[in-house]
Each structure stands twice: as structure tokens, then as C-alpha cells.
């Protein structure tokens, strides 16, 4: 999964403020997939307001196909508010848990190593498996599973993108 | 006060008179609550026509017309209807009976999620889940599908809710947060619009279906009679113009007039007035329009850049983006004279296929008929169409004298439409005559209305051009597929004579030019629906056709 520029376009973090009530993301879905619009990753929660959800998308998109996924997500009526984010202006971060098989001492410990390096947590060892929880921008996370891929991935779970601006722009 | 008691009442304060529809098990608390109110009643054979008949009235009042349904089947059959309004930004508020709330997601008896299937067909959707709610929701769902881009809106109401009481507070103001329709254009892409207009040689007007929403006929008029130049519209967009007016030159597109067809690949600007740039419209996104300007006014930002790029967007409700247009132009220039190069161009490309496009040999042809229907009627006469050659036909011959008196299902298409359409068309205007385009295959799927036009006394006619064929896909198997003809013929079923005398109405067959004349004028003056069959030769093609995939500059006129 490439999260830079690719031949379809560049990836874009594209932000929306949305009413909190049922139904609201299979509109948003739905529209995704009636328009042809190409979703990396969407994911949904609370905000400091207790009726509005922060939906966050990434996807690669030439310039016009993010237009339109703007325009038409603006068009909804539960959609209050959308944004594209600069990614340089914007603090962006992905959660994964990776569950890597790892029987011999050596590949446990190369695992614990690199996810020091990393800054993951070890979240659980067993017998024969470490599972690790890595932060950071998608391309960190690539890049561990990249990493650890040799060792054999048992299972992977990852949240998609969370974003916020910085500073004071709101 | 009731959930079903307040929907009635929520109706009226709106201004609704009329409801297209039909019960069940899961709406008899509505049906039981309209027993005594003032609201008409209208109740269809099909709901698909309740649909329809809610979206002629609608268009016609431009506001919103209503339809009732109950649960599961009612409603899955009112989603063509609602389709069609859809593509065609019609609002039609279609109000439908659900399974009581603590059945919902239990596959109940007449369940169906028509929320999830309406959605990707409806601007909005509503469930209210206690009776209190109705009032309110009501409100919104005017409110939606009748401003901005309009559009259908569905209100999805558990019977339970219907039955459940409540005190019930109907409010005079409502506010959506998320929806925010902007009315008037940004005043300085209205003065590069102005800029470009001012040093345009050869501008051409292309006025869409926005305009026949808005009702910004005299608007229209205004910029093109300032301006001097020729209007062209979309066939959505038929009629936004008089059609006797000297600058008018009729729909482009697939099946465009050839003139129209033909300057608007001349032209050096293209001011396109609430069109949407359709593939039907335009053929070839990537070959229209290409080395002119374009000024695209639209009140939907989404509309911007979504199929065709633009110079300048002037993003709002035409008629005040017209009116602002005709003020800041008239600033700079002076209404200028109808003696222009540009026109005289126009007057030659008339003359021109007037002189070129022969006249199908027979004695009574599409063309013909459709003229002598035009000479007869009266100018205010209401038109709706099916779908076919006879609709292609009615927007090459018949030609449309005020403006918004004609309606079609453009952008979806509907077989079945113009029939129930034009009842609504009818409950809309009860003064004028109404008349429906058909096609015998169209009228054939939704002939059924006959009931309705018959006991609800909306006496319309139908002008049926009956070649007793899939007509248009007809004329695509001749051209496409080497007249290979398959699963298009009617073989002479039914005979519609019969079918409307079978229903209480008048059928009439004709057979020569005068028997048309003279059924036309009997229509007009009958009070009850007439059915006009009139034989079109099956091998009649219509002309002329840019193939789909192809630009305007290659159109076929078949001359
Ligand atoms: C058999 C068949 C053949 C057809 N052939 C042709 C053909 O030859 N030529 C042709 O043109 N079409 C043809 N059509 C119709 C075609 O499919 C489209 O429906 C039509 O071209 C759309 O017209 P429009 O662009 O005017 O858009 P509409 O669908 O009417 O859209 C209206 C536009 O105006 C905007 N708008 C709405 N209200 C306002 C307002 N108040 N202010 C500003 N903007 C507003 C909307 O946002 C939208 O963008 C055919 C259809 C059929 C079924
Ligand atoms: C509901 C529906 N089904 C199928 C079609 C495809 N279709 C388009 S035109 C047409 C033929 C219409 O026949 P008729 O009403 O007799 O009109 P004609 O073309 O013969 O004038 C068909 C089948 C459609 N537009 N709508
Ligand atoms: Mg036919």
C-alpha cells in the first residue's frame, strides 16, 4: 500500500465534520462507492462536540477526483463541514497491531529489538507469537511491516488515519 | 394528537393539496387519518405512478408533490418514480409506511430496508422514531427537496409512530446544519464572466433544466435579447426558451436539432444556464466545448468542473445570477442589434437543413402529426412525454411557445413516465390542456392511470404514436446491429382503442391528417381522458443522431 505519490495522483487527508446519528457512514460509503471513489482508509469517532463525528479519509486521487470527492461529500446533508488537509501543516497518525510468528530466541528478539527502535509497544508473548503495537505516520508503519514481514505476519490490524491541523488553525 | 394525525397536518401547513397513492398494512394509520381531512386523496393502481403523477404536479407548481406507500413492496415499487425525480432534480416528497420499530432489522412481514435502497436515488431521508418528531421532519423535508438543487426526499415513518400520540409543536422555522444552498453568485467571477461576454464575437446561450426550475424565463430572455445571440438549450432544458423566438434554435445534442447541433460548434463562448453538461447533451466531454470559453452558472458547486472544465463558475440560483449578469452587462454595453454577422449565420444554418432534412414519405408521419398537435393546442398547453422516438420526436417537432410547459424524464429516461405525469401535470393545472407524448410501449407500462384519470376526472390526452414497437431500440438494432431485430416488436397488442374504452375513457384511432385534426380538437374540449392512436411506420428512424461516443460535429442527419 503506497501512502506517497503514486501514477493515480498524490494521497490526500481529507477531513470531515459530520452529524452523529445512524446512517450517516453508510451515506458517506455508499457515495464513495456510486461516485468511483478510490478510499485508502476512512475511519470515524467522537469530537470535543458531543453530536459531531470526525471522519477521516485518505485516498489517492488526481487533483479533479478529489474535487469531486469533496464537492460531493459537502453536498450531503449530514456533512457539516470538509476539509483537505496539507499534509505539511498537519499532524497525522495510524495505529497497527501486528501479531508476528516468533518461536527461535533469535527472531524473538530481533522483533522485540526493532520494535524498540520503532517505539512500539509489546503488547502481548506467547509461545509462539509477539504481537506489537507500532504508531506513527502510515509510512512508519509500512515500513516496520516491511521489516518484520520475513519473520511471517500471523495477523495485522490496522485503524487508518486519525488527523488534526496544527497550531492555532481550526 | 397522533404521528398520522400530525403528517396530515404537517402536509397542509406545507401548502400540499393533493397525495398520489396507495395503502397497505403498514400505512392504515395514515389512510385512517385522512378520512375527514382536506388534503385530496389520489389513489393510483401502481405506486410507481404515485411517484410520477407527485413529480408532474411538482414540476409543474415547481414545489414539492407527494406521494404515499405503504411498507416493503408499496415503497420498492415507488423507486423508479423516485429514480426519476432524482436524476431529473424534481421534488418529490415520498412518504412511506415502515414495520413498527421494535420489528425493524427482524425481516418482518413487508420489510424492507428502502431507506438503504432509496438512498443512493433520494437527496435525503427521514425515520422518525416517535411520533413528536413528524412535525419537524415534515418541515425539513420540504424544505430540502424543494431548495437549492431540488430533489426527492423520502420520509420512512414505522407504524407504531404513526399510531403513538404525542403534543405535537409544528415549527415555523427550521435549520439544517449541514446544508447551506447558496442563492446568489460570487461577484467577481460575475464580473470576469462579464469581462469574457463583453469581447466574446460568436456567444451562444445553452439554458438547461436549471432555468425551467428556477423559472428564470424572463431573465433569460433579458441576457439573450441584450446580447443578441442565439439560444440553444439541453433537452431538459426545452421550452426555458420560446420556442418561436427568433434567437431560439432548439435542444443539442444526440438527438439536437442539426442547427443547433451545428452553430454551437461555431461559437467562441459557451454560457451554459443551469445545464449540467450531459454525455446525452454534449457527446464527447473532451471534444465540447474545446478553444471557446465556457461561463458555467449552477446553483450545485458539485455540478463545477464534473464533467467539463470551465473558465468562470458562477455558483447560484440562475435567476439571480441572471438578473445580476443582464445588470452588470447592461453597464458596459448596449443592447445590440439583431443585424449581426452571428445571427445571420443562424438564420443560414436554419434556412439551411430546413432546405436539406427530407420529410418521412407517408401520409401520416411523427413530424407531421407532432405540428399539427403544436398548430392546435393551445399555447399555455401542458406537454409530458414517454421515452422514445416519440419523446426524440416531440423535441425535434413540437415546439414549445411558453416557457416550462414541458416536461420529460430526461435524465433516467422512464418508460411509463409522461402518462402519470401528466395527471399530476393536470392536479397542477386543472385549467389547461394537458398532453401527453407516448410511445405504445411507454404508455403500455403504465396505461393502468387510465383509472385514475378517468374516476379522479383528470381528463388528459394521450397522443399516442403507435408503431407498435420498442422504437428506439428498434432504430438502434437498424443501425447498430444490422437491422437484427430482437425483442422489440408488439405485433399489433393491444389494441388501445379497446384499452381505453375498457377503462371509461375515449379511444380514438385515426387514419389520415384530417381524422387527427379533428380528434385533436375533440380532445381539447372532452371531459373525459382520450386516447389518439395514431400508426407510425415502424421503420420510421429519427434524425438527426450523434452516436454515442461521438462529438456533435459528427452527427448524422440522415438527409
Ligand atoms: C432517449 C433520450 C435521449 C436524449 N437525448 C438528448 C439530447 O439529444 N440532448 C440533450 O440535451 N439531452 C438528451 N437527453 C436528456 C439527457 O439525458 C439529460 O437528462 C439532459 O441533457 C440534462 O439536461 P440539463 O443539463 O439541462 O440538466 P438537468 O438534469 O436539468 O440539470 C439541471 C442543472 O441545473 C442545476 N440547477 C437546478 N436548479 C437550479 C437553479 N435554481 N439555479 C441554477 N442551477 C440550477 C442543477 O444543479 C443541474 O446541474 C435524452 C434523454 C433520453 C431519455
Ligand atoms: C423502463 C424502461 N425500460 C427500458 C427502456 C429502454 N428503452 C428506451 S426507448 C425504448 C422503446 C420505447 O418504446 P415506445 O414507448 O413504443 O416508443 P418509440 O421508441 O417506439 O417511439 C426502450 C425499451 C427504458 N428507457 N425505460
Ligand atoms: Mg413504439
Not at chain 2, 415507488?78 to 413498527?100: E, F, H, K, N
Request: aromatic share 6%.
Amino acid at each position: 500500500m503506497a501512502t506517497t505519490a503514486t501514477q493515480s495522483g498524490s494521497w490526500y487527508i481529507v477531513t470531515a465534520l459530520v452529524e452523529n446519528k445512524p446512517g450517516v457512514l453508510f451515506r458517506v460509503t455508499n457515495l464513495f462507492r456510486a461516485r468511483n471513489f478510490n478510499i485508502e482508509s476512512i475511519t470515524v469517532g467522537s469530537t470535543e462536540q458531543k453530536d459531531l463525528s470526525r471522519m477521516t479519509i485518505t485516498t489517492n486521487s488526481d487533483e479533479r477526483t478529489l474535487d469531486q470527492l469533496v464537492k460531493q461529500l459537502r453536498k450531503l446533508i449530514d456533512v457539516v463541514e470538509v476539509k483537505v488537509l496539507d499534509t505539511e501543516k498537519t499532524v497525522y497518525r495510524e495505529l497497527a497491531l501486528i501479531k508476528m510468528k516468533a518461536v527461535d530466541p533469535t527472531t524473538r528478539s530481533e522483533i522485540i529489538n526493532y520494535s524498540t527502535i520503532f517505539r512500539g509497544n509489546i503488547l502481548d508473548i506467547g509461545k509462539e507469537t509477539i504481537t506489537v503495537e507500532i504508531t506513527g505516520t502510515p509510512d512508519k508503519i509500512d515500513a516496520f511491516k516491511n521489516l518484520v514481514e520475513p519473520y511471517g505476519i500471523a495477523q495485522l490490524s490496522r485503524t487508518g488515519v486519525s488527523a488534526l491541523p496544527r497550531g492555532v488553525e481550526v | 394528537m397522533t404521528g398520522a394525525k400530525a403528517l396530515i397536518q404537517a402536509l397542509e401547513k406545507e401548502g400540499t393539496n393533493v397525495v398520489f397513492g396507495l395503502p397497505g398494512g403498514a400505512n392504515l394509520p395514515i389512510y385512517d387519518a385522512l378520512v375527514g381531512a382536506n388534503l385530496r386523496h389520489v389513489l393510483v393502481r401502481h405506486e410507481q405512478s404515485a411517484a410520477h403523477m407527485a413529480d408532474g404536479y411538482a414540476r409543474i407548481k415547481r414545489k414539492a408533490g407527494v406521494c404515499f406507500a405503504t411498507s416493503g413492496p408499496g415503497a420498492t415499487n415507488l423507486i423508479t418514480g423516485i429514480a426519476t425525480a432524482y436524476a431529473d432534480s424534481s421534488p418529490v416528497i415520498a412518504v412511506t409506511g415502515q414495520v413498527p420499530v421494535a420489528m425493524i432489522g427482524k425481516d418482518a412481514f413487508q420489510e424492507t430496508d428502502i431507506i438503504g435502497v432509496a438512498n443512493p436515488c433520494t437527496k435525503y431521508s427521514f425515520q422518525p422514531r416517535a411520533a413528536g418528531e413528524i412535525p419537524e421532519m415534515v418541515k425539513k423535508a420540504f424544505y430540502i427537496a424543494e431548495s437549492g438543487r431540488p430533489g426527492p426526499v423520502l420520509v420512512d415513518i414505522p407504524k407504531d409512530v404513526q399510531q403513538a400520540t404525542a403534543e405535537m409543536k409544528f415549527p415555523d422555522l427550521i435549520k439544517v446544519r449541514g446544508y447551506n444552498p447558496v442563492v446568489d453568485a460570487d461577484l467577481s467571477d460575475m464580473g470576469r464572466a462579464v469581462e469574457i461576454l463583453v469581447k466574446a464575437e460568436k456567444p451562444i446561450i445553452m439554458a438547461g433544466g436549471g432555468v425551467i426550475l428556477s423559472g428564470a424565463f424572463a431573465e433569460l430572455q433579458a441576457l439573450a435579447e441584450l446580447l443578441m445571440i442565439p439560444v440553444v438549450t439541453t433537452f431538459k432544458g426545452k421550452g426555458a426558451f420560446p420556442e418561436n423566438h427568433p434567437l431560439a434554435m432548439g435542444p443539442i445534442g444526440m438527438h439536437g436539432h442539426a442547427e443547433a447541433n451545428k452553430i454551437i460548434l461555431e461559437a467562441d463562448c459557451i454560457v451554459a444556464v443551469g445545464a449540467r453538461f450531459s454525455d446525452r447533451s454534449v457527446g464527447r466531454f473532451d471534444e465540447f466545448g474545446k478553444g471557446m470559453s465556457i461561463i458555467h452558472m449552477d446553483i450545485d458547486p458539485a455540478e463545477i468542473g464534473k464533467n467539463k472544465s470551465v473558465d468562470v463558475a458562477l455558483v447560484g440560483d440562475v435567476k439571480s445570477s441572471l438578473r445580476t449578469l443582464v445588470k452588470l452587462l447592461s453597464k458596459k454595453i448596449a443592447k445590440r442589434s439583431a443585424d449581426n454577422p452571428w445571427l445571420k449565420r443562424r438564420k443560414e444554418l436554419v434556412q439551411y437543413y430546413a432546405e436539406t432534412l427530407k420529410d418521412y414519405p407517408r401520409e401520416i408521419t411523427a413530424k407531421k402529426s407532432l405540428k399539427k398537435l403544436r398548430e392546435l393546442l393551445p399555447a399555455n398547453g401542458v406537454v409530458t412525454t414517454e421515452v422514445g422516438q416519440c419523446q426524440m420526436w416531440a423535441s425535434l417537432h413540437f415546439d414549445v411557445i411558453a416557457p416550462g410547459t414541458f416536461f420529460s424524464s430526461t435524465g433516467l429516461g422512464t418508460m411509463g413516465f409522461g402518462f402519470p405525469a401528466s395527471i399530476g401535470a393536470k392536479a397542477a393545472a386543472p385549467k389547461v390542456p394537458v398532453v401527453d407524448i407516448a410511445g405504445d410501449g411507454s404508455f403500455n407500462m403504465t396505461e393502468n392511470s387510465l383509472a385514475v384519470s378517468v374516476l379522479e376526472k383528470f381528463p388528459v390526452i394521450v397522443f399516442l404514436m403507435n408503431n407498435y414497437m420498442l422504437g428506439m431500440v428498434a432504430q438502434w438494432q437498424r443501425t447498430f446491429y444490422n437491422k437484427r431485430y430482437s425483442g422489440v416488436e408488439q405485433h399489433s397488442c393491444p389494441d388501445y382503442v379497446k384499452i381505453a374504452e375498457a377503462y371509461g375513457a375515449q379511444g380514438v384511432r385515426v387514419g389520415s391528417m384530417q381524422e387527427l385534426d379533428k380528434a385533436i380538437k375533440a380532445a381539447i374540449k372532452s371531459d373525459v381522458a382520450t386516447v389518439i392512436d395514431i400508426p407510425i411506420d415502424p421503420d420510421e428512424d429519427v434524425y438527426p443522431f450523434v452516436a454515442p461516443g461521438t462529438g456533435l460535429k459528427d452527427m448524422i442527419t440522415g438527409a
